[in-house]
């Protein structure tokens, strides 16, 4: 079945060390988004590739970067996760077409827990 | 400045009954908005949309009401079932001729737990 996949599904990092969460599509999509939800609050975009072309939401902090070397594949990467970063970061994916009925498809999250 | 807004942080009824979930939004830009389902250990899965020149859409089990002048959403349930007990979350977006920095992309509510009991 086509699907969103991320690895891993539980991250444990100590404090000011670097950490890569990963996320895979068979869907083809042109758009992943890397989201980042904390207890009881809604998912915040935190930036998004067209393609290659790389889009950042205004308040994305620094210590946050992304690669997506291929269609498939994205990565997030925290620079020096601080205890504030501790929450669940969700990949999805979408066609691109800017229109309601391009339905975003969602990973099942990665749990990061900061020491 | 949070654009779509979900007050109640959860409901229950019992099964059989309706379930109506609330969302509020700012933005009168916004032209579609859709809800998500979400279960324990999964990600928010696409469960209906409504256009904003819409008041009404219907999907089976599950009905969308939007009220533009009030600038508030509903979902309606009915009958819950026990299977529904999940994490339901509003999300609204602009659409537009490409996808860019306005366009394309959800805001989402905080989202609202619901409980059906058996």
């Known amino acids: 079945d086509a699907m969103v996949i991320q690895n891993p599904r539980y991250q444990v990092t100590q404090f000011g060390k670097p950490v890569t969460l990963s996320c895979s599509q068979t869907l083809n999509h042109n758009v992943m988004y890397w989201y980042q939800q904390k207890s009881s609050q809604a998912p915040k975009l935190l930036f998004h590739?067209?393609?290659?072309?790389?889009?950042n939401e205004a308040d994305t902090p620094d210590n946050f970067q992304s690669r997506r070397p291929n269609t498939s594949f994205c990565f997030l990467d925290i620079r020096s996760p601080g205890l504030g970063d501790a929450a669940m970061y969700l990949c999805?994916?979408?066609?691109?077409?800017?229109?309601?009925?391009?339905?975003?498809?969602f990973g099942p999250g990665t749990r990061l827990t900061v020491t | 400045d949070q654009q779509v807004k979900q007050n109640s942080p959860s409901l229950s009824v019992q099964e059989g009954r309706i379930s109506i979930l609330n969302c509020d939004y700012t933005?009168?830009?916004?032209?579609?908005f859709l809800w998500y389902k979400k279960y324990p250990a999964e990600g928010p899965t696409f469960l209906i949309s409504?256009?904003?020149?819409?008041d009404k859409n219907e999907d089976g089990r599950f009905t969308v009401f939007l009220n533009k002048s009030a600038k508030h959403l509903s979902l309606h349930i009915v009958p819950s079932q026990p299977g529904d007990s999940a994490v339901y979350f509003c999300?609204?977006?602009?659409?537009?001729?490409?996808?860019?920095?306005?366009?394309?992309?959800?805001?989402f509510g905080q989202g609202t737990i619901l409980t059906v009991h058996p």
């Open positions: 409504i256009s904003s020149i819409k």
């Open positions: 999805a994916t979408s066609r691109g077409f800017a229109r309601g009925d391009d339905e975003q498809y």
């Open positions: 590739y067209y393609d290659k072309d790389f889009n």
């Open positions: 933005n009168s830009m916004f032209d579609y």
């Open positions: 999300a609204a977006i602009r659409v537009g001729v490409r996808f860019g920095t306005s366009y394309g992309k959800l805001t």
